[in-house]
């Protein structure tokens, strides 16, 4: 069974920084696309990044293109998602998730989420 287990989520001023990390386990992560999510308070769940197998391919929401960063190591079976110059609208849960191989974002498994908090 893949487990996915994030970290790096907390409390930032507007402008600021912040790194999320995805460690994943019980699965092939070499060869599965990866993606981030998020949730606002009283909002459905919305894409935010996907990165291909190898890293080389990645896709934003057009909210975030420019901010925000997807990588991988698939060495240490983690993905990371780079936020930077955070607006208050960025506040969410962010959930990594273990993308369906040919699709954009059907995601199979989901981590337990991490709150993202930005302050204006």
């Known amino acids: 069974q893949v487990q996915l287990v994030e970290s790096g989520g907390g409390l930032v001023q507007a402008g600021g920084s912040l790194r999320l990390s995805c460690a994943a386990s019980g699965g092939t992560f070499s060869t599965s696309p990866m993606g981030w999510f998020r949730q606002a308070p009283g909002k459905e769940r919305e894409f935010v990044a996907r990165?291909?197998?190898?890293?080389?391919?990645?896709d934003y929401s057009e909210s975030v293109k420019g901010r925000f960063t997807i990588s991988r190591d698939n060495a240490k079976n983690t993905v990371y998602l780079q936020m930077d110059s955070l607006r208050p609208e960025d506040t969410a849960v962010y959930y990594c998730a273990w993308i369906k191989g040919g699709t954009r974002y059907e995601a199979v498994y989901w981590g337990q989420g991490t709150q993202v908090t930005v302050s204006s």
């Open positions: 990165i291909n197998w190898s890293g080389i391919t990645t």
